[in-house]
């Protein structure tokens, strides 16, 4: 087994930094990035605007599903603003970003199916980065308890599963792929995404300890539900024309 000891909060003056905020930070910056490459160079100007609307989408969507199954934080209503605690969401931070992103696309009438299959890998790539936060923060989200031998130890609790860097791993090793097949087998490179996460998801919340229990049952139907909208994208998505010129500005 290992002993594990989540790193401390870092105090500069009146900020306060912890691993969970810092590397979901990281995780829109890695997507960012990546989706800038993978458009063409007169769509980059949407993306700088679209960076800050999808990270402010992700957090608040990540923070409201949280409360949504923690309604007792409403309260105390400044604790739901405390998000430098912890309790963020994944698929609430999913659909928060994704209603910024198709909020944005329709608003200036860019083509949706080009910006949605460049933004598809690296999405899931800058979660996977997030979640290495999660992981650090070690705070309500447990793995199963296991007699592993990298079973991490964190005070007196029994060892368990490190669930959320399964997690990270996969969610990365999955955007790697879905990018590299999209461009082999020339279908949407988001579907593939989508499919990656859902598979992921599913899988490894075998190994996640959800307390009540039966939240388990509603996260795996849930990426069920991604793996098949990815599933349907993948067969009968539009492959999409990166000849489209951009919108000139008046």
């Known amino acids: 087994m290992i002993h594990f000891t989540p790193p401390p909060e870092v105090h500069l003056g009146p900020v306060t ?3 969970h905020g810092t590397f979901f930070l990281l995780g829109a910056v890695t997507a960012w990035v990546w989706t800038r490459a993978r458009v063409p160079r007169e769509y ?6 679209l960076a800050s609307w999808l990270t402010l989408g992700g957090i608040i969507g990540a923070r409201a599903f949280y409360v949504l199954l923690n309604p007792s934080m409403l309260l ?13 969401v994944s ?7 994704l209603a910024a992103w198709w909020l944005y696309l329709r608003w200036n009438k860019l083509p949706r199916e080009l910006f949605n299959d460049a933004v598809g ?8 980065v997030g979640r290495i936060g999660c992981f650090l923060n070690w705070w309500n989200e447990y793995g199963t308890v296991t007699t592993v031998p990298w079973g991490l130890v964190v005070g007196s ?13 996969g969610h990365i090793l999955a955007a790697l792929a879905a990018a590299r097949l999209g461009r082999r087998w020339g279908v949407r490179a988001d579907g593939l995404a989508l499919m ?9 919340d075998f190994w996640r300890d959800y307390d009540p229990a ?37």
């Not at 609790?157 to 791993?169: Q, W």
């Not at 990656?196 to 490894?204: K, M, Q």
């Open 17 to 19: 930094l912890n691993c």
């Open 44 to 49: 980059h100007v949407h993306l700088d605007n």
């Open 76 to 88: 105390d209503p400044l604790s739901v603003l405390a998000i430098w605690e912890g309790g963020l």
């Open 91 to 97: 698929y609430g931070g999913f659909f928060g970003a």
């Open 121 to 128: 890998p690296p999405a899931l790539a800058g979660w996977g």
């Open 157 to 169: 609790d029994p060892p368990r599963h490190p669930v959320m860097l399964y997690l990270a791993i």
């Open 196 to 204: 990656g996460y859902g598979l992921t998801r599913f899988i490894l």
């Open 214 to 250: 039966s939240l388990r049952l509603g996260s795996q139907a849930l990426a069920g539900v991604f793996l098949v909208a990815g599933l349907f994208l993948v067969l009968k998505g539009r492959i999409p024309d990166r000849s489209v010129p951009a919108p000139t500005s008046e």
